[in-house]
């Protein structure tokens, strides 16, 4: 037996990290994405974070910070709610006999009932251990159950990583120099003719949207959820809906496709707020007869399985989220707080020439800026897009971090719009001191001088150094 940080035997998760806690960033550097802490120095996000609660967490000063993120919308009730972590601890003290492989526990069966609760035109759910993996059961689903190959998705789309979802993602900076991928088939969201156009070939399994995009917080067309189903149906093909982030509440409805009556997607992917925060966990909820076909026969009872799916710890964590937003009506708060956070916002669209655009629905709200009108400004903004589109946003989220302790991030490579995704739970002084922090923010840069144009001037050396 070793002797543990701070003395005696076994192991000490405490004095660990209170022996090597500060190394964390000189440990990533070492042993993980390298990039990542010199990316995080760069834009002076290198913050020794040491304790969360709520919409709020502390660095080793002490200082309270505002998440207007939410590990991307992860931390849908916020950090360490305490009705999860009871379930949590809960969990584990009953010491079940958990992921035997071969008998039905209780509470996936009872997390599946609660979700499909929520979702009526569904029937069944499989539950795997992240976003990408439902969207990728999604795309194995739809190709069987159709029995055709070609998946179409949406430009700008982002559904994952792994290399199915990949080969539906229409980010091009994530599929580069991941080739081949599968032979999926990109299209405009809300481009009716390209949708029908390649449904005609007759090869088309199905259609993936999220009905709100998350790179740059584009939200479907009006209508064309529901015109998409109707030509998918009419051809025999399947419409997915992607609501990893935006599912469980974050536009104000539990669905964001529930905005556009009469859409009814064939299957449904979540993840993220799931969770709790805690456990990784991801769900791809669907017809009855696309999980019979799947699964056909006994024979074919393993064709598709999750070493770790519906862990107890995943599933408790689920029930106490879903429990948690019915108790508290999350869901109305997300879409009364978020109607305030987008309106005071919209507001300040005429009074700053930088901001373009505020948009969104619920607690998803995309910043946009763009191209000032006066001289002084404008040339300041050529100077920024020349060296890479994109730094503007990024100039507005780093003193929003470091000088009003606010964590936000821009919402997709070369893109200059903040993507705000807070936890469900703000309120409404949350909302007041987002908006004051970003309105002094904006004060600054159209003053045309100071810190932040300084910060700029880095941010383009730093975008030219990497060409």
Not at 9 to 19: C, H, Q, S, W, Y
Not at 128 to 134: K, Q
Not at 286 to 306: C, E, N, P, T
Not at 399 to 426: C, M, W, Y
Request: glycine fraction near 12%; proline fraction near 4%.
């Amino acid at each position: 037996m070793t002797s543990a940080p701070g003395g005696g035997k076994g192991f000490d998760l405490a004095a660990l990290l209170a022996e090597r806690g500060g190394e964390r960033y000189e440990l990533h550097a070492r042993h993980l994405n390298h990039q990542l802490p010199r990316m995080l120095r760069t834009i002076g996000f290198d913050k020794v974070y040491v304790r969360a609660e709520g919409a709020h967490f502390w660095d080793d000063e002490g200082n309270d910070y505002l998440d207007m993120l939410a590990g991307f919308g992860v931390m849908g009730l916020g950090r360490h709610h305490p009705v999860v972590r009871r379930a949590l601890h809960d969990v584990l003290d009953a010491q079940l006999a958990d992921l035997t492989r071969f008998d039905c526990q209780p509470l996936p069966g009872l997390l599946a009932e609660k979700l499909l609760g929520h979702s009526p035109h569904l029937d069944r759910v499989f539950f795997g251990n992240s976003g990408t993996e439902a969207v990728e059961t999604a795309l194995k689903f739809a190709r069987y159950a159709t029995g055709r190959p070609r998946i179409l998705y949406c430009d700008h789309a982002f559904h994952g990583l792994t290399t199915g979802s990949l080969s539906v993602n229409g980010e091009g900076g994530f599929r580069e120099g991941f080739a081949p991928l599968l032979p999926d088939t990109k299209i405009a969201m809300g481009d009716l003719d390209a949708l029908e156009a390649e449904l005609r070939r007759g090869d088309v399994a199905a259609l993936i949207v999220e009905p709100v995009q998350g790179k740059g917080v584009l939200a479907a067309p009006p209508g064309y959820l529901r015109a998409a189903q109707e030509l998918l149906h009419r051809h025999k093909a399947l419409l997915i809906a992607d609501e990893v982030q935006t599912g469980l509440g974050r536009t104000g409805d539990f669905y964001a496709y529930q905005h556009e009556p009469g859409v009814e997607p064939d299957l449904v992917c979540v993840a993220k707020a799931l969770s709790g925060g805690y456990v990784p966990v991801g769900a791809t909820l669907g017809k009855d007869w696309i999980f019979q076909k799947v699964y056909s026969s006994m024979d074919r009872v393993l064709v598709h399985s999750a070493s770790f799916g519906s862990n107890a710890q995943a599933m408790a964590a689920g029930l106490a989220v879903l429990a948690v937003m019915e108790d508290e009506q999350v869901v109305a708060n997300a879409r009364a707080t978020g109607d305030l956070l987008r309106g005071r916002l919209a507001a300040l669209v005429d009074e700053y020439e930088l901001l373009h655009e505020v948009r969104g629905r619920g607690l998803m709200i995309g910043i946009e800026f763009g191209r000032p009108s006066s001289l002084g400004l404008r040339s300041r903004w050529a100077v920024l897009q020349a060296a890479r589109k994109g730094l503007f946003a990024q100039m507005v989220v780093a003193p929003l971090l470091n000088r009003h302790r606010i964590l936000t991030q821009v919402s997709g490579d070369h893109l200059e719009v903040i993507k705000l995704i807070p936890p469900l739970i703000v309120d409404e002084a949350d909302v007041d001191r987002f908006v004051g922090a970003f309105r002094e923010v904006m004060d600054e840069a159209h003053g045309g001088g100071g810190l932040m144009w300084d910060f700029g001037r880095t941010l383009v050396k730093q975008a030219v150094g990497n060409r």
